[in-house]
């Protein structure tokens, strides 16, 4: 039995919001061609802008270059969503489980609001990756997300609990504002990391490009937290599944103490 799949015909002239989706995977093809998605000041029928196709049901493939297209498994609570393209903003918005696989890139805000469930972005991701949207107070509240492509900047801004997770490099400003969670980058990290940081951790391999005066240096230790994380990665797909688990030894620098933050970057050494 095949997942329903969903084959992009002509990309719209606007952007097209693809929220509306996620809740109606078990109704016939038929519903599934007749959603209303917002586009701008106008509403498109699904099977307007998409060839429908395989068995409704819990599993959902999307092929097509869909970066103009934003909130693609918004709100998922079960099931796999699977990506073969490019996606616009906020995908996983408010994500409660399952699983949702892109073989791309991903644009601005992926993971905002995210619970539970876990996101791998097999590209790059747009700016505020686990962020909060305009307005919120919290972005990414749980589930883990793993990016192996790069990260521009405001990675996990806000961040509340969860796991983010990039292979690559990440821009500017990342960890700004983080109230808890974990945050690893293998690559380089922008300047200003952990601006604002009131609690959390995040976890480099190599020092920020230009860290802030206001993080206090602990000394170097050997965390035992770090052997269980490295054990909790194993199976992921990439860099993170080889992640040693022993011999580690990090500086641990916390703050942002001018915001009387009790957060930590970890160097390893």
Known sequence: ??????????????????????????????QIGATPLP?????????ELFAVSGTPGSDLELEGDLSTFDGI????????VTVRGTVGARLGAGM?????EVEGDAGRYAGTGMRGGR???????GDFLAAALPGDHQGMQGGVMLVQGNATD?????????MLL???NAGDYCASRMVAGTIAVLGSVGRDAGLAMRRGTLLLRRPPNRLL??????????????TLLARSWRGYPGKFGAFPETGLRVRRLVGDLANDGRGEILLPV
């Open 1 to 30: 039995m095949s997942p329903l799949r969903l084959t992009l015909k002509d990309r719209p002239p606007q952007r097209v919001d693809l929220s509306p989706l996620t809740g109606g995977l078990k109704a016939s093809l038929a």
């Open 213 to 226: 005066p206001t993080f206090n240096d602990c000394g170097v230790y050997p965390l035992a937290i770090l």
């Open 73 to 80: 498994g918004a709100g998922l609570g079960e099931g796999r």
């Open 39 to 47: 586009s701008g000041n106008r509403v498109i029928r699904l099977d």
């Open 166 to 168: 990039i292979e690559g």
């Open 119 to 125: 996101i791998r972005i097999a590209g790059n991701a």
């Open 154 to 162: 405001r990675a996990g801004d806000r961040m509340r609990r969860g």
């Open 96 to 100: 409660l489980g399952g699983t949702i």
